[in-house]
């Protein structure tokens, strides 16, 4: 992994990958794309090469490649599960048609591919505490379908085409650098900002809605080790459950609590995000991705409400 192009540049993990491979490669060697200008202000543009890219034109990608010449595409562009339940067909054009054209632009031009699943992927009949690597995949969101359809692409190319697929099935990702892109898990970063600006929050889920979660850091180190591990090591080549801890609102509120104690929360649920979260698995079994490549989450619930907090709350003013 030497020459990067990253899709969808411009969200909440690219913002945060972008910059990592940058400090690890130079910053001239990641090429980052989305189908938005983020501003000039925007790290990612201001750090390093920037080109404005719809990555389900397959002509955009295939000049976008040739100019930059990548050996590895982080394929980030994507619709999230509440976005894609409100529009399914501009969720599985870009979701899927992005995906296709990104692999055959790998086919062609013998490129790495990261794909970032999640545990969207999975529904109402999979085991949900723990979920396992290999199991029964029956999303009932558009979003999730797109995911599960998306492994099973990366499969095919590798295994017809020789295509070098990777992929992780990511849990909802807490990151104070870009907000969130409209998914269900977007909750976990609101309340963050919403209890350092006004000591309260309304949440969207209910109290008791546990779901798999991870700091950003750990997603974006995750991403990077998996690229970098050895191909023959891995078994999977649609995607890797991955995972650092379980939340419910109810439990990050208390935890918050120990740092904010005034911090109230109330709740007016979204019945179509409530869905979506009770279809999703409660806790995934991340021990492939650990036999596979050694992977270790870092940050739990504590650790990262306390780098959440340090990053978010203004500094204190001690005086002249
Ligand atoms: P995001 O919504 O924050 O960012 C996605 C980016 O894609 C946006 O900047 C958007 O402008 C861009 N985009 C949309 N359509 C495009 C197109 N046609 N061409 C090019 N760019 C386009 O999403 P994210 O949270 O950064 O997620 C990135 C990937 O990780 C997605 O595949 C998502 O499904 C997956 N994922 C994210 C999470 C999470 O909690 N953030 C969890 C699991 C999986
Ligand atoms: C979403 O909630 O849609 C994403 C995800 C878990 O895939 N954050």
């Not at 894609?84 to 990104?102: C, F, H, I, S």
């Not at 969207?120 to 979003?143: L, V």
């Amino acid at each position: 992994m030497k020459r990067i192009l990253v899709t969808g540049a411009a969200g909440q993990i690219g913002t945060e990958l972008v910059l990592r491979l940058r400090e690890e490669l130079g910053a001239e060697a990641v090429l980052a794309t989305d189908l938005r200008f983020p501003g000039e202000d925007h790290p990612v543009f201001a750090g390093g090469p920037f080109r404005t890219l719809d990555c389900t034109r397959g002509e955009e990608l295939g000049l976008a490649v040739t100019a930059h010449r990548p050996d590895t595409v982080f394929h980030l562009a994507a619709l999230l599960s509440a976005v894609g339940e409100r529009d399914p067909l501009a969720a599985y054009r870009v979701n899927l048609g992005g995906l296709m054209e990104v692999l055959e632009v790998a086919r062609a031009g013998k490129l790495a591919v990261f794909t970032p699943s999640s545990i969207a992927a999975f529904g109402p009949d999979t085991p949900r505490d723990p979920t396992p690597q290999d199991t029964i995949q029956r999303p009932t969101s558009m979003y999730g379908v797109t995911k599960v359809a998306g492994e099973l692409l990366c499969d095919y190319y590798h295994h017809r085409f020789g295509v070098d697929t990777r992929g992780l099935r990511f849990p909802g990702l807490i990151s104070h650098s870009a907000p969130p892109g409209g998914g269900t898990t977007d909750w976990a970063v609101e309340i963050f900002h919403a209890a350092v600006a006004e000591g309260r929050y309304t949440c969207f889920l209910g109290a008791d809605t546990q779901l798999d979660m991870m700091y950003m850091d750990d997603a974006v180190r995750a991403a990077m080790e998996l690229m970098e591990a050895d191909g023959s090591a891995l078994r999977h080549r649609n995607a890797y459950n991955i995972t650092a801890f379980q939340l419910t609102p109810g439990g990050l509120a208390g935890i918050l609590r120990e740092h904010i104690p005034d911090f109230s929360i109330d709740y007016d649920v979204d019945p179509v995000r409530q869905a979506i979260a009770d279809s999703w698995p409660r806790r995934i079994d991340d021990s492939a991705a650990r036999e596979a490549w050694g992977w270790s989450p870092r940050f739990t619930a504590r650790s990262m409400t306390e780098t959440m907090l340090h990053a978010l709350r203004p500094p204190v003013n001690h005086g002249p």
